[in-house]
């Protein structure tokens, strides 16, 4: 699928189970790429959907579930190897989120972590050299 410049793929969920339970381990998974770019989107599929999906390395994770507590976020970290790590997550929301556990994960990851909370919108476009984000 193309949008503007960016192209597309719809690589997740992930195996074949149930269609039943936590409708979150359902949500789509894209891997977009544009002028050299690549990002990962994995909605709110959490380190356990993705653990069957073959990620490839990006420059832009949005990270899932708005940053919820997810074991596996490590795993899908050492996968795609972001370089910026996006966070959408309302201010003062009722879940907490984003979890310590998982701004933990991010920072150990050595990916720039950037908030909509903390940043209000942000935006990731070609650069030279790599990624430029901006502020909305």
Same mark, same amino acid.
């Not at 599929?45 to 074991?71: F, I, K, N, Y």
């Not at 933990?104 to 050299?129: C, E, K, M, Q, Y």
């Given at each position: 699928? $193309?949008?503007?410049?960016? !192209?597309? =793929? ?16 359902? !949500?789509?998974?894209?891997? @977009? ?15 356990? @959907? *993705?653990?069957?999906?073959? *990620?490839? $390395? %990006? ?16 795993? %899908? ?7 910026? /790590?996006?966070? !959408?997550?309302? $201010? ?8 310590? /556990?998982?701004? @933990?994960?991010? @920072?150990? !990851?050595?990916? $720039? %972590?950037? =908030?909509?909370? =903390? ?15 901006? =502020?909305?």
């Amino acid at each position: 699928m $193309r949008a503007g410049p960016w !192209s597309a =793929r719809v690589i997740g969920p992930g195996g074949d189970g149930p269609a039943h339970g936590d409708a979150n381990h359902r !949500s789509l998974v894209v891997h @977009a790429t544009a002028h050299g770019l690549s990002a990962l989107l994995p909605g709110d599929a959490e380190g356990p @959907a *993705l653990a069957g999906v073959p *990620l490839p $390395r %990006v420059d832009l994770l949005q990270v899932p579930h708005h940053g919820s507590e997810d074991s596996g976020l490590p795993a %899908v970290l050492g996968q795609a190897d972001p370089v910026v /790590a996006l966070v !959408s997550v309302g $201010r003062g929301n009722a879940y907490g989120h984003p979890r310590p /556990a998982t701004l @933990a994960a991010l @920072a150990a !990851s050595g990916a $720039r %972590v950037l =908030r909509t909370d =903390r940043g209000g919108d942000i935006d990731g476009a070609p650069g030279h050299g790599g990624i430029v984000v901006s =502020r909305g």
